[in-house]
């Protein structure tokens, strides 16, 4: 696919701050565990937190086109910072701008499409990850209020962030249709963030467990009507998956960067290995699937933006994205061979951060139920 020039100058002013603010910092603040405030108001300002956003709610009024374009970007920087800004745009504003009523979206959808506000995504619980339909959390009305008791667990944002996106069952009876989304400012009493999680990377970004203990909302918080909650967040999910997608080129990207560069400083057998055939052929191999990636998320972000229908396709760009990734990052460690298992080159970090991505907003095991249903 060729983008147009209006993309073209999205990428080319994203890339800049990206490669000039992001990139030189990520390896510090992986070891510092430093979230990068400052570098994600420069984002915002950039107009990257609500890309798909409307301008009339202070977004950046352009496509998931150009939201693919500015994520593939942020996460060659850091992929930390692409997660925290992925959340944010899909599935919070997305769905903000999809059930949200008017009172809503001058509330949080302009502030959190100016980056004025971080949003956060609490769907996954302890023990309730791939069957989103099973949720324990709950929300039980009481006269204009709904009080909210339960756990949420690998919240993005859940410290950082200033307002959550929360699904919890309404009607127990009810199963799956019986669960609603609330909108829940964290700064509300009963709102705890019960731990930050040690992960294995991506340590610029807060990984939260949120408690939440009576925690006392308006009814006029709720998202949607009551039994539509999973609706609401599979919905959202669509679109963050094609922003998980294109995290994982941007990381993978970065890392064969980093590996192509390397290959032909180094110097083995009296020539740069570059030169080498073996060497060459596993650097060809890269490019070729990461821009296979690419296409893919391009192609189902074009039919979103056609409003045509996704979800296999955002499920595609999502499986085979990060799986590629995983792959590429590691082949990155291999081309550098024992510098690419210590912290002085990126790719040693770069490969810890996107693991998670064939994890989070649905496992490639999930992806693949999604992709098989569509066939069936
Ligand atoms: C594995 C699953 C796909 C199984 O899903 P279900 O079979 O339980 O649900 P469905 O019956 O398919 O759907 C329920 C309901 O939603 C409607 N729906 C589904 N997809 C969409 C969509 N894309 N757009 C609009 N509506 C949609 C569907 O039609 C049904 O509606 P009706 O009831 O018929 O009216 C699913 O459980 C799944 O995807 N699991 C993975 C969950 C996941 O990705 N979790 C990670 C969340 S990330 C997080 O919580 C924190 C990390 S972070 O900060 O990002």
Not at 152 to 161: H, L, Y
Not at 162 to 170: C, E, P, Q, R
Not at 292 to 310: M, S, Y
């Amino acid at each position: 696919m060729l983008l147009s020039d209006d993309h073209r100058a999205v990428q080319d002013a994203v890339r800049a701050f990206v490669q000039d603010q992001i990139a030189p910092k990520a390896a510090q603040w992986d070891k510092e565990h430093h979230f990068p405030a400052a570098e994600l108001k420069g984002l915002a300002e950039l107009g990257c937190y609500g890309v798909a956003v409307p301008t009339e709610y202070d977004g950046a009024g352009l496509d998931y086109l150009a939201l693919a374009i500015i994520l593939e970007e942020i996460g060659a920087g850091d992929g930390a910072t692409s997660t925290v800004v992925s959340v944010n745009n899909c599935p919070v504003c997305s769905i903000l701008m999809a059930f949200g009523n008017e009172e809503q979206k001058q509330e949080f959808l302009k502030p959190l499409a100016r980056g004025d506000m971080l949003g956060a995504f609490c769907l996954t619980e302890p023990h309730v990850g791939s069957e989103a339909g099973g949720l324990k959390t709950t929300a039980v009305r009481e006269g204009d209020d709904y009080v909210l008791n339960g756990v949420k667990q690998f919240i993005t944002s859940g410290k950082n962030g200033d307002v959550a996106i929360v699904m919890a069952v309404t009607d127990k009876a009810a199963g799956k249709r019986g669960i609603s989304a609330f909108l829940v400012p964290t700064r509300t009493p009963g709102y705890t963030v019960a731990r930050i999680e040690d992960k294995m990377g991506q340590h610029a970004s807060d990984t939260a467990q949120i408690l939440f203990e009576n925690c006392r909302i308006p009814a006029r918080y709720r998202l949607g009507e009551e039994g539509q909650g999973l609706k609401i967040a599979l919905s959202g999910l669509e679109g963050g998956r094609i922003g998980i997608a294109s995290q994982s080129v941007g990381m993978a990207r970065a890392a064969f960067e980093a590996a192509l560069r390397y290959s032909k400083d180094r110097v083995a057998f009296g020539q740069p290995i570059f030169e080498h055939q073996v060497i060459q052929h596993k650097l060809a191999e890269m490019a070729t699937q990461i821009e296979a990636a690419r296409q893919l998320i391009w192609h189902a972000a074009a039919l979103k933006d056609a409003g045509q229908p996704c979800l296999m396709e955002a499920a595609m760009a999502k499986l085979f994205a990060s799986e590629m990734a995983e792959k590429v990052c590691s082949a990155a460690i291999q081309i550098h061979g024992g510098y690419g298992y210590v912290s002085d080159f990126p790719v040693e970090r770069i490969y810890r951060d996107v693991r998670v991505t064939q994890i989070y907003e649905g496992t490639s095991e999930v992806q693949k139920i999604l992709i098989g249903r569509a066939l069936g």
